[in-house]
């Protein structure tokens, strides 16, 4: 069982927004800005999207976005592409030097 | 460029010790600031962090599978190493190492293509 909890699916149409779910508590996500999201297509390893909540590296379109409230982050990708659908997981620190991700969300493109 | 690669036995018997072998470059364990984790993925499952080494050697376990990990490095190879111990099929998967930086808050910013290791009799 992760630490983090994320919905398994979700989806949208071409050109809408969808918003990502993140749920931990108040000694991970909720006491850390040290929130990161991946993107994985099958077969290959993750791509890093998200670091530190809101910051996007180099490279990364900015349709994808993250914010934090409480307990829960979450990942918002705008305009949703065909080559957006993937597994989505995020991460954080959890404290004790240690580090945990979610269960991970499938996002379909209708 | 920075790169990672893993490398390791594709099949393992039940008990027996996993080693597995991140090869990199373009990145220095000895700069301040730069960590080197595994990740492991069960086939359709989750990815699940196990171990970081730092670039101080300090060395961070998750706390489940703490006492059949060990992580390693050696700079001279611009290697770092993760053996676990005492093999169960449950621990077959894909098995990544990612850098750590601070430039990133610690998130794991580049990733080698993964190794699958089978645990099977």
């Known amino acids: 069982q992760s630490a983090l909890t994320q919905p398994p699916s979700a989806s949208g149409s071409p050109g809408q927004s969808v918003t990502l779910s993140c749920t931990g508590t108040?000694?991970?996500?909720?006491?850390?800005?040290?929130v990161s999201w991946y993107q994985q297509h099958p077969g290959k390893a993750p791509k890093l999207l998200i670091y530190?909540?809101?910051k996007r590296p180099s490279g990364v379109p900015d349709r994808f976005s993250g914010s934090k409230s409480g307990s829960t982050a979450s990942l918002t990708v705008s305009g949703l592409q065909a080559e957006d659908e993937a597994d989505y997981y995020c991460?954080?620190?959890?404290?004790?030097?240690?580090?945990?991700f979610g269960g991970g969300t499938k996002l379909t493109v209708l | 460029q920075v790169s990672l690669r893993e490398s390791g036995p594709a099949l393992v018997k039940p008990t027996q010790t996993l080693t597995l072998t991140c090869t990199f470059s373009?990145?220095?364990?000895?700069?301040?600031?730069?960590?080197v984790s595994w990740i492991r993925q069960p086939p359709g499952k989750a990815l699940e962090w196990l171990a970081r080494?730092?670039?101080?050697?300090?060395?961070d376990y998750t706390t489940s599978l703490k006492t059949r990990l060990t992580i390693s490095k050696d700079t001279s190879k611009n290697q770092v190493v993760l053996t676990m111990t005492n093999l169960d099929p449950v621990d077959s998967g894909t098995y990544y190492c990612?850098?750590?930086?601070?430039?990133?808050?610690?998130?794991?910013?580049?990733w080698g293509q993964g190794t699958t290791v089978t645990v099977s009799s």
């Open positions: 530190e909540v809101t």
């Open positions: 373009g990145l220095s364990l000895t700069a301040s600031g730069v960590s």
């Open positions: 080494i730092d670039w101080d050697d300090d060395k």
């Open positions: 991460s954080s620190y959890v404290g004790s030097s240690n580090w945990a």
């Open positions: 990612a850098r750590q930086g601070a430039d990133y808050g610690d998130a794991f910013d580049i």
């Open positions: 108040s000694s991970d996500v909720g006491d850390y800005n040290y």
